[in-house]
């Protein structure tokens, strides 16, 4: 157990997180629904209702949606971007093993099923992080948009209005400022980390590159 815990530390902490402040989230917005409900004279709602309203599934997709479009953006570009200088982009100057050829390894034992397997598998595999990433950031947009509908409809109605659709929605000035409003923050956060490791070190992390190296030095190792 303690060897299972050692070696998949930073993912347990990282998903441990995740939920805590998604019950946090889903708490606090539960509140905050029920205090407006509250205050324009309509009925609270339970919990696990407020699970189902387009309140807390909006709030949690559109997020998602920015997370997922930034990180497959980001491990896309870097496959053909570069940045002298920063531990997260390749050497332009030097081969890099990511770039090798995974066909030359079709007999290694030790590779994974689809480098063995080869054709089609290993095309799929050797795409699957970006595809892995692009699919649950259109998943997590259709749920942003499904639960936004909910959401502007029910604000809708109560100001004299009428029930949009997912596709009416998706056309309305609101969904676009909720999904930019994210975007450009991760898109910045991100160009920060990569500008940022140009010249600033964290001992002992591998988003680092080590204490001594010159500032030219690109990649972390």
């Given at each position: 157990m303690r060897r299972?815990?050692?070696?998949?530390?930073?993912?347990?902490?990282?998903?441990?997180?995740?939920?805590?402040?998604?019950?946090?989230?889903?708490?606090?917005?539960?509140?905050?629904?029920?205090?407006?409900?509250?205050?324009?004279?309509?009925?609270?709602?339970?919990?696990?209702?407020?699970?189902?309203?387009?309140?807390?599934?909006?709030?949690?997709?559109e997020?998602w949606?920015s997370?997922?479009?930034?990180?497959?953006?980001?491990?896309?570009?870097?496959?053909?971007?570069?940045?002298?200088?920063?531990?997260?982009?390749?050497?332009?100057?030097?081969?890099?093993?990511?770039d090798e050829?995974?066909?030359?390894?079709?007999?290694?034992?030790?590779?994974?099923?689809?480098?063995?397997?080869?054709?089609?598998?290993?095309?799929?595999?050797?795409?699957?992080?970006?595809?892995?990433?692009?699919?649950l950031?259109f998943?997590?947009?259709?749920?942003?948009?499904?639960?936004?509908?909910?959401?502007?409809?029910?604000?809708q109605?109560?100001?004299?209005g009428?029930?949009?659709?997912?596709l009416?929605?998706?056309?309305?000035?609101e969904?676009?400022?909720?999904?930019?409003?994210?975007?450009q923050?991760?898109?910045?956060?991100?160009?920060?980390?990569?500008?940022?490791?140009i010249?600033?070190?964290?001992?002992?992390?591998?988003?680092?590159?080590?204490?001594?190296?010159?500032?030219?030095?690109?990649g972390s190792?």
């Open positions: 299972f815990v050692r070696d998949n530390g930073l993912s347990l902490v990282m998903f441990a997180l995740f939920g805590l402040f998604l019950l946090a989230q889903s708490v606090t917005g539960w509140h905050v629904y029920n205090d407006d409900h509250q205050d324009h004279g309509e009925s609270q709602i339970a919990y696990g209702a407020y699970l189902r309203t387009g309140h807390f599934i909006e709030a949690t997709f997020n949606e997370e997922y479009l930034q990180m497959g953006a980001y491990v896309l570009f870097t496959v053909f971007l570069f940045q002298r200088g920063s531990s997260e982009s390749k050497d332009p100057d030097k081969s890099e093993p990511v050829n995974p066909r030359q390894a079709k007999t290694d034992p030790d590779a994974s099923w689809p480098v063995r397997k080869g054709g089609i598998w290993l095309t799929l595999y050797e795409y699957s992080l970006t595809i892995a990433l692009l699919l950031f998943f997590s947009f259709v749920l942003h948009a499904a639960g936004g509908a909910r959401e502007y409809s029910e604000e109605l109560a100001h004299g009428h029930a949009v659709s997912t009416e929605f998706v056309r309305t000035d969904f676009w400022f909720q999904s930019f409003q994210n975007w923050s991760e898109f910045l956060a991100m160009g920060s980390i990569v500008v940022l490791s010249f600033l070190r964290q001992r002992g992390s591998p988003e680092s590159k080590p204490v001594a190296a010159p500032h030219a030095a690109t190792g």
